[in-house]
Structure formats: structure tokens, C-alpha cells
């Protein structure tokens, strides 16, 4: 059986940093949505794109949402995960988006036109890691912890 270690800020920020992928949770009227995204850590915030009329560019600015990033092994049985929390906005300051450009732009892996950009500054970040028999606790810190 694994042992569940609790990650510091710090880790989880490098976590986010090796990640590209992850998954955004919305309250729609209808309940909660997860959609999967592509994203960018940039400063103390994610950035990932959109188009303006999807379900994600209509509810992520109504309250707070939620992003998701994580891996596994189910040989090793070893894992982390992290989540952030916090309220979302649109990016429309021309300065603001270059400044992502520069740091690293969010290119959707989906095809269409996503040029709607949402930044989640988030306001709590934790995650937790598995690691199993043959694993330490730092296996997966390798870069940016």
C-alpha cells in the first residue's frame, strides 16, 4: 500500500509547470462540468483558452471554479495531483495578453478557433502524492520542487 504525502505550495507550483494539461470544473445551471484544457501556469495564475461561446467562457466568471492536473502509474501504483481554486476572468487588457505570450502561450490542442483567454488566479493551491513501495516521496519532484 502507498503512502499519501501532502505537497507544499512550492511543490505544487512545479507540478503546474511540467503539466499541460488539465481539467477545469464549472457550475452550470444544469450542475457541475469538467472540461479538459490545455493551459499555462503564468505568475501566481493559470491561463488557458477558449472560444466565447462554450460552456467553459460562459460560467467560469459567474463564481468560484476549480482546475485539476495530475499523472499516475498504475504499475508502480504512484501518483500526484494537484488543484487550484479560485475566481476566473477573462484576459482583455492588451498588455496582459502579451505579457502571457511572452511567458508561454496556452495552444489548444482541439481544433477551432480559441481565442478567448481565461485566467484562474487562484486563491488555494494543494495537491498530494502516492508513492508506492519502491518509490520515495521526492520521486516526482525531480524539476521544480
Known amino acids: 500500500m502507498g503512502e499519501l504525502h501532502t505537497l507544499s505550495e512550492a511543490q505544487c ?4 509547470t511540467d503539466a499541460s494539461t488539465g481539467r477545469v ?14 493551459f499555462a ?3 501566481e495564475s493559470l491561463v488557458f483558452r477558449t472560444s466565447p461561446f462554450t460552456l467553459l467562457a460562459s460560467y467560469a466568471e459567474v463564481g468560484t471554479i476549480a482546475f485539476e492536473v495530475d499523472h ?3 504499475t508502480t ?8 481554486r479560485g ?7 492588451s498588455a496582459e495578453l502579451a505579457h502571457i505570450r511572452r511567458v508561454w502561450e496556452p495552444m489548444p490542442w482541439a481544433a477551432g478557433e480559441r481565442n478567448l483567454h481565461l485566467r484562474l488566479k487562484y486563491t488555494e493551491l494543494s495537491g498530494r502524492s502516492l508513492s508506492g513501495l519502491d518509490a520515495g516521496p521526492g520521486r516526482w519532484f525531480l524539476s521544480g520542487a
Not at 13 to 16: A, F, S
Not at 25 to 38: K, L, R, S
Open 13 to 16: 507550483r512545479g507540478l503546474l
Open 25 to 38: 470544473a464549472v457550475v452550470a445551471p444544469d450542475g457541475p462540468h469538467i472540461v479538459p484544457v490545455n
Open 41 to 43: 501556469l503564468v505568475d
Open 72 to 74: 499516475t502509474d498504475a
Open 77 to 84: 501504483r504512484t501518483g500526484w495531483s494537484v488543484v487550484a
Open 87 to 93: 475566481r476566473a476572468t477573462v484576459v482583455r487588457d
